[in-house]
């Protein structure tokens, strides 16, 4: 059974940085893509970015150079270290391992607020 679980969201001011983190577990972490996904109020949940088990990332054009995946194939987690924090990027931020589409993590609360 997939299990995922994502931490250390926050309260952040614009132009702050978070960096979010991921626990997967009851997958072959090394061979599976993975992805962070975020859903903000009264918006579709939408792909931020993926980091394939060749380490090869992809993303979305709204991350525009601030937000960075990376994973450790020995801890199983992947991080997504974001900077230059817009309120535009408050929402609810979810991992996710590609191969497995009906499994979610609770997510982890992201606002970015003056």
């Known amino acids: 059974q997939v299990q995922l679980v994502e931490s250390g969201g926050g309260l952040v001011r614009p132009g702050g940085s978070l960096r979010l983190s991921c626990s997967v577990s009851?997958?072959?972490?090394?061979?599976?893509?993975l992805g962070w996904y975020r859903q903000g109020p009264g918006q579709t949940r939408d792909l931020v970015g993926t980091?394939?088990?060749?380490?090869?990332?992809y993303y979305s054009d709204f991350v525009s150079g601030r937000f960075t995946i990376s994973r450790d194939n020995f801890k199983n987690t992947v991080d997504l270290q974001m900077n230059s924090l817009k309120p535009e990027d408050t929402a609810v931020y979810y991992c996710?391992?590609?191969?497995?589409?009906?499994?979610w993590g609770p997510g982890t609360q992201v606002t970015v607020s003056s």
């Open positions: 980091i394939a088990s060749g380490l090869g990332t």
């Open positions: 009851g997958i072959d972490f090394p061979r599976n893509a």
């Open positions: 996710k391992a590609l191969s497995y589409p009906d499994s």
